[in-house]
């Protein structure tokens, strides 16, 4: 009898391990013969009341080792099995389908408000020119006739780099329009879109980083009509087809005359009273002629060469297409304000 049990079990052994395992049906034939509820393995464990005492331990374990053998056999069957389920259902997959899971981003609005004004310049043969962020004092101030000891600079508070008194993070893009010139000969004509930065204190309406887009046209003959033209033009493309504008007379130390150009925004309901103080007016940009000292610092003969030049703030500007009311909300990254802009079409 002992030696029956003990054969029984290891031809039972010898089955589970021979058995053939080859698809879903005879996985499934396995797991009920040697698993299921009713096992072969269930009734000889009954049999341990036929075993003598000193060999009952032993019959537990052999039994107990068939038994996780069993087990080992039908998981990795099993995973097997499901692995290349999983590679045949691509089968079936339709690569052309769309996607319905993919979550698609969208443009930062300060991006796509300054592609829209790139855009709107390179119809009318501007360029782009993007320049360093860190910049040094001659190009950012000297060069652009704002020597060290004008007042000027104290317009622009500026993050000088640790250990530099030349060093610094560029205060406006201007700072292209040196870059430009001393590496270029006329005509030129360019914009410079990019970051900029100023020590000034966050709050909703100024942040010490945002983004100008510089303009500078430098040819023969050059005029102030020329520049008028283009800003109108500019205006119009950007705030729709019947927008006024005027030129403020202003002071910048890179232009002779300088102006600030407002467009007119109206004065339609309440939120137009608030953003344009009641005058229907607002301002846009600053601009003028390009001063022939700025000319002559980057080596560009002012005899023979004239220009004009223009630099605008972007958050301002999106600001108002968006009607958004917190600057730093650009700077936030937060998904459920990005996720909202799409195109200023
Ligand atoms: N750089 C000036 C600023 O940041 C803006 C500016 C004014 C740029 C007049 C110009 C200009 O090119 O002609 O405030």
């Known amino acids: 009898m002992q030696t029956d049990i003990f054969t029984t079990l290891e031809e039972l052994n010898k089955e589970i391990h021979s058995f053939r395992i080859e698809d879903e049906t ?43 053998g069993a087990e080992e056999r039908f998981l990795s069957a099993k995973e097997v099995m499901d692995a290349s389920k999983a590679k045949n259902s691509f ?8 996607d319905d899971t993919a979550h698609k981003g969208s443009r930062h609005p300060i991006s796509l408000v300054l592609s829209k004004i790139v855009s709107i310049f390179e119809r009318i043969g501007f360029t782009v020119a993007e320049e360093r962020e860190i910049e040094d004092d001659w190009h950012n101030f000297t060069a652009m006739n704002t020597p060290d000891d ?24 201007s700072s292209v329009q040196a870059r430009v010139m001393t590496s270029t000969q006329p005509p030129i004509r360019i914009i410079a879109p990019g970051r900029v930065y100023r020590n ?10 945002f983004h100008q887009v510089e303009g500078l046209y430098i040819d023969e003959k050059v005029s102030f009509a020329d520049m008028k ?33 407002d467009v007119y925004w109206g004065l339609k309901d309440e939120v137009d009273h608030r953003i ?3 005058t229907g007016w607002l301002e846009i940009l600053g601009c003028g002629m390009v001063d022939p000292a700025v000319l002559t610092n980057c080596g560009i003969d002012a005899e023979k060469y004239s220009g004009f030049a223009f630099g605008m703030g972007i958050e301002r500007q999106a600001m108002l297409l968006y009607r958004v009311s917190d600057i730093r909300m650009y700077f936030e990254n937060d998904v459920r304000f990005l996720k909202q802009f799409h195109s200023v079409g």
């Open 26 to 68: 005879t996985l499934e034939a396995f797991r009920i013969k040697f698993l299921g509820t009713k096992n072969i393995l269930k009734d000889l464990f009954g049999e341990i009341k036929n075993v003598p005492n000193e060999r009952k331990k032993e019959f537990g374990q052999v039994i107990n080792a068939i038994k996780a």
């Open 91 to 98: 089968k079936d997959l339709d690569l052309y389908l769309p």
């Open 150 to 173: 004008h007042p000027a600079r104290d317009m622009q508070d500026t993050f000088y780099l640790k250990d530099s008194v030349t060093r610094l993070l560029r205060t406006h893009t």
């Open 200 to 209: 000034e204190t966050i709050s909703a309406r100024s942040h010490c980083q």
């Open 229 to 261: 033209q283009t800003l109108l033009y500019f205006a119009r493309e950007m705030y729709g087809i019947q927008t006024e504008i005027r030129l403020r007379p202003s002071y910048f130390p890179f232009t002779e005359p300088s102006a600030e150009m």
């Open 276 to 278: 344009t103080k009641g």
